[in-house]
């Protein structure tokens, strides 16, 4: 079977159908992993809703702040643009209305209470992550510049007509303004809508670059060798605030290859060399067996056991406003 979604020749992260991860661990697992891990009866019971505050953002901001929505969806607000992270506003995480991963928390911000969005920078193609129901509204309302790896344009212009995407590979670097710009970054992740799609589109965070501020979104990514987090700090910088997934980890055995825990969320903050880390894809939506607030309470395990101030790196709840 050919690429569904993408045209190109082959390079070090495409073999000419399938993206895929080199120099890092597999992330690709069997039906029977997955009949194993369904079986292991390890699932923590999470609440059915936990109560939120969402907040009404400024219309616009001239340095940074960044508002976690919930799970990865997080509206950054920055040199007087408004950008979105993965937008997900839908109940489920899911192909299907009435099925799927439920939230647990309401958006941080109310869907009519977003400010206009100049640009959504979207990671890659799983249901908790590109929510074509989200993106739908968001087109309809803003028209947003999209930004995102290699593939999941074909995804989007399936759905949103006249949409603005842009659409790269890893190192690839995008203008949303003449003095702000996104670079494509890796990740140890991978790929699919289906059962026929599995690495066909590319993965990836972003480096987001204004006048004073270099701000990383990680998207999901597993920590492998950690030789990624080091190139990033070598190529773009230390960022002044990095959005590192801390959940979603559980069980390792499963998980590891394409999402951190806790532990490994430090140390990608400190491979970076980041000044501030917001923790996010955690507790809105139970995608793994781990309960629901063990992430926040391993991340300040986790610090304190290497002596790094727990202000440094905070567990985001959504409606929290961070300030850098």
Known sequence: MPNLYVQAPPSDHFDGRRFFNPGEPDTDRSLRDVLRWQRGGERSRWPSHVATSPVVPERRVDGLRVTMVGHATLLIQAA??????????????????????????????????????????????????????????????????????????????????????????????????????????????????????????????????????????AGDTGYGTGNIFREMRA????PDLALIPIGAYAPRWFMAAQHCDPEEAVRIMLDLEAKRAIGIHWGTFQLTDEPRGEPAERLAAALAGQGIDPARFVPAHPGACFDA
Do not use: C
């Open 235 to 238: 190529q773009h910088g230390a």
């Open 80 to 217: 007087g643009l408004n950008i979105l992270t993965d937008p997900v506003w839908s109940d489920r995480a899911s192909p299907l209305r009435f099925a799927g991963p439920r939230r647990v928390t309401a958006p941080g911000i109310r869907f009519e209470d977003l400010p206009q969005i100049d640009a959504i920078l979207l990671s890659h193609n799983h249901y908790d992550h590109l929510d074509i129901a989200t993106l739908k509204r968001l087109q309809h309302r803003d028209a947003a510049l999209i930004l995102t790896p290699l593939g999941n344009d074909a995804i989007l212009r399936r759905h949103l007509r006249g949409a603005w995407i842009q659409a790269g590979d890893w190192g690839d670097l995008f203008a949303l303004r003449h003095d702000v710009h996104a670079t494509i970054v890796r990740a140890n992740h991978w790929s699919s809508r289906g059962i026929a799609d599995r690495r066909m589109a590319l993965w990836g965070g972003f480096m987001l670059r204004t006048p004073d501020r270099l701000i990383y979104f």
